[in-house]
């Protein structure tokens, strides 16, 4: 091709992979000549080399749409269940999650662990938030955290302490040690070393109150309603109310 100048080509903005892109040397000593084509490749060839995949923490299974991490041996298992981290963590309910700790196990439909070690939520809708070697095996129940706790009725919760069972159908123990409800539903422990006999009551065990209104009504076993008053000398007297 004869010499040409500039301004004798048409304008073209966009270059073909087979043009030729025309320079010299950083030091003027000699011209440069590559296509365009070659110029691309030799730029990706060095993003390739020198540039390292970015980690992903988290893995996807396009089957059961579940996420657990990449690291730590967790598994997630269930149906659109959930491990966030930890270790050895183990999500196998329908839409289960753990979050974090070792070797907790939510293992029914929507069930969750908060973290903690050795925890175990394995029925629908049951919830472990921490602590160690807690469990909740019923509908609904819960348990807040401690150590040894045990929420085992439907809608049971236990909200920590040591040791604790709550066995009764929507019973409660708040938290102390060594608290049981005895299969009782309706129960509620606060305090220590409590055992529950009979279904619908308190146990508790002192209690002081303070700021008491001039009377306080009371309904006893067969549905009477009593009110109960501290007299001026200090006795407390009941009436039918």
């Known amino acids: 091709m004869s010499s040409q100048n500039f301004t004798n080509f048409n304008l073209r903005s966009i270059p073909l992979t087979g043009d030729y892109l025309v320079g010299y040397s950083y030091d003027g000593s000699a011209e440069l000549r590559t296509t365009v084509g070659s110029l691309v490749q030799g730029i990706s060839s060095i993003i390739n080399n020198n540039i390292t995949p970015s ?50 196990v939510a293992g029914s439909a929507w069930a969750t662990v908060g973290g903690g070690n050795l925890n175990q939520a394995l029925s629908g809708y049951s919830v472990v938030a921490g602590g160690w070697s807690n469990c909740a095996t019923n509908w609904a129940s819960s348990v807040g955290g401690g150590y040894g706790n045990r929420a085992l009725g439907s809608g049971t919760y236990v909200g920590g302490g040591l040791n604790n069972t709550a066995s009764g159908t929507y019973s409660a123990i708040l938290g102390g040690q060594n608290n049981t409800t005895n299969n009782l539903s309706g129960t509620f422990i606060v305090g220590t070393g409590l055992s529950a006999v009979s279904a619908n009551y308190t146990y508790i065990n002192n209690l002081e109150l303070g700021n008491l209104p001039s009377s306080i009504i009371l309904r006893d076993a067969n549905n009477v309603r009593w009110k109960m008053f501290v007299t001026t000398s200090g006795t407390v007297s009941a009436v039918l109310a």
Do not use: D
């Not at 041996?73 to 966030?84: D, K, P, T, Y």
């Open 55 to 104: 980690f992903n923490p988290y893995s996807f299974n396009a089957n059961t749409s579940a996420i657990q991490t990449t690291i730590g041996g967790n598994s997630a298992l269930g149906q659109f269940s959930n491990v966030e981290g930890g270790y050895g963590n183990l999500a196998s309910g329908l839409y289960s999650n753990v979050n974090g700790g070792t070797i907790n």
